[in-house]
C-alpha cells in the first residue's frame, strides 16, 4: 500500500500560532515533541476533527483539506484511523462490537469476518465477549487498534496511544504494532514526547 502524506497549515489557538509543514513516505513516521507543541492538533487536523485556518492537506495526491479551493473531507471520508491514548471503547459494548462499530454498514458476515481477523492478529481470542472494563490497559488498547484497522484505512495515526501504559506493557505493545504496520503496509504517524518511544 502507498501513501504519501503532505500537511501543511496554519491554526491559531488563542495566543499560541501552530504552523505546520512537513511530507511523509509511506512507513512509520514519528512527530516527537514535548506537550503543547501542537502535535494532536496536528493529528487532529489530518484526521478531519479540526480544521485549520487555512493551508492544504493532501494524502496520496488526494486533497484531504485546501482552504483556498474549499476542500474539508468530513472524517469518515478520509479513510484514516485514529489510536489515542484514552480510552475510547464504548463500555456498553464488548470487544466484538467495538471493533466492528466503524463498519456497522457492512452485511452481517462481512463484519463478523473482519473483526475475527482482527482479533487474531491482535491477540484477543477469547476476548471477544468481554466489556472494555474487564480489560487490562494493554488489551484495551489493543481493542482500539483493532478498531481502528477495522474499516481498512489507508493511513493510521496514534496520539500517545501507550501514554498510560507501564513500562513493560509499552514495550509488548510498541512490538506488536511495528509488526502490524509492517504486515498490513498500511502508513503510519506516531505521536510521542517520550524519546524512548520514539527511537
Known sequence: MTGDLSVQFQRRLGSFSLDVEFSAAPGITVLFGHSGSG????????AGLARPDSGRIEF??????DSRAGVNLPPHRRASGLVTQGNTLLPHLDVRQNIEFGI???PRDERA?????LIGLLGLSGFESRRP??????????VALARALAPSPRLLMFDEPLGALDKS??????NQIRAILHKTKIPAIYVTHDQDEAF
Open 39 to 46: 502535535k494532536s492538533m496536528t493529528l487532529k487536523s489530518i
Open 104 to 106: 456497522h454498514h457492512l
Open 169 to 174: 506493557l509499552k514495550e509488548d505493545l510498541l
Open 133 to 142: 472494563r474487564s480489560l487490562s490497559g494493554g488489551q484495551q488498547q489493543r
Open 113 to 117: 469476518t473482519r473483526s475475527a481477523e
Open 60 to 65: 496520496d495526491g488526494r486533497a484531504l483539506f
